[in-house]
T-cell receptor, first 109, second 117 residues
Framework: GQNIDQPTEMTATEGAIVQINCTYQ??????LFWYQQHAGEAPTFLSY??LDGLEEKGRFSSFLSRSKGYSYLLLKELQMKDSASYLC??????????WGAGTKLIIKP | GAVVSQHPSRVICKSGTSVKIECRSL??????MFWYRQFPKQSLMLMAT?????????EQGVEKDKFLINHASLTLSTLTVTSAHPEDSSFYIC?????????????FGPGTRLTVT
């Protein structure tokens, strides 16, 4: 079956760095997305990876290894406003989105 | 975890016709369902918020007469794209929201890819 795994919850300190991992097993691959979602709000797009390697966007970076079925989202210089859920989603060969359950990130001062 | 299904997963229709997309929460009752559309490599765009038994609330710029939403029960919401045009071709995603006194969770469907020719 198709499966996306990511940790349920993580805690980090303001100003630090945190890495949120996502592993996947899907029938085909047409890209991996990371979204940020604050409670009660719609998710916002963070990144899209379809080729192996690291994509950097300011404080956020996303890495993909297709051979390992693995991605991570790296957040640097953490701020309190980064407290949110982070969703990993993979688009399979049928262009269907397979969603992870999300990782709740708690930032402490 | 909770499961949300969408049907159909992919549809191709001719310009001028209407298409109905179903969103179902399979093992829970959703207080609210959301409809999104997504263009390639872009963020999800919220189209409307749907509460069971009441009219949907549409986001600014979304035509309510073109995108008809019906939320007949706590487990089913439908989005009908009326008089579809090629520019309506997109990826439509629903999500179901459940909330209690001390929790709030949202689960996404797999999406429906609409192609209008």
């Amino acid at each position: 079956g198709q499966n996306i795994d990511q940790p349920t919850e993580m805690t980090a300190t303001e100003g630090a760095i945190v890495q949120i991992n996502c592993t996947y097993q899907t029938s085909g691959f047409n890209g991996l997305f990371w979204y940020q979602q604050h409670a009660g709000e719609a998710p916002t797009f963070l990144s899209y990876n379809v080729l192996d390697g690291l994509e950097e966007k300011g404080r956020f970076s996303s890495f993909l290894s297709r051979s390992k079925g693995y991605s991570y989202l790296l957040l640097k210089e953490l701020q309190m406003k980064d407290s949110a859920s982070y969703l990993c989603a993979v688009m399979d060969s049928n262009y269907q989105l397979i969603w992870g359950a999300g990782t709740k990130l708690i930032i402490k001062p | 975890g909770a499961v949300v299904s969408q049907h159909p997963s992919r549809v191709i229709c001719k310009s001028g016709t209407s298409v109905k997309i179903e969103c179902r929460s399979l093992d829970f009752q959703a207080t609210t369902m959301f409809w999104y559309r997504q263009f390639p490599k872009q963020s999800l765009m919220l189209m409307a918020t749907s509460n069971e038994g009441s009219k949907a609330t549409y986001e600014q710029g979304v035509e309510k007469d073109k995108f008809l939403i019906n939320h007949a029960s706590l487990t089913l919401s439908t989005l009908t794209v009326t008089s579809a045009h090629p520019e309506d071709s997109s990826f439509y995603i629903c999500s179901a929201h459940i909330a209690g006194e001390d929790y709030s969770e949202q689960y996404f469907g797999p999406g429906t890819r609409l192609t209008v020719t």
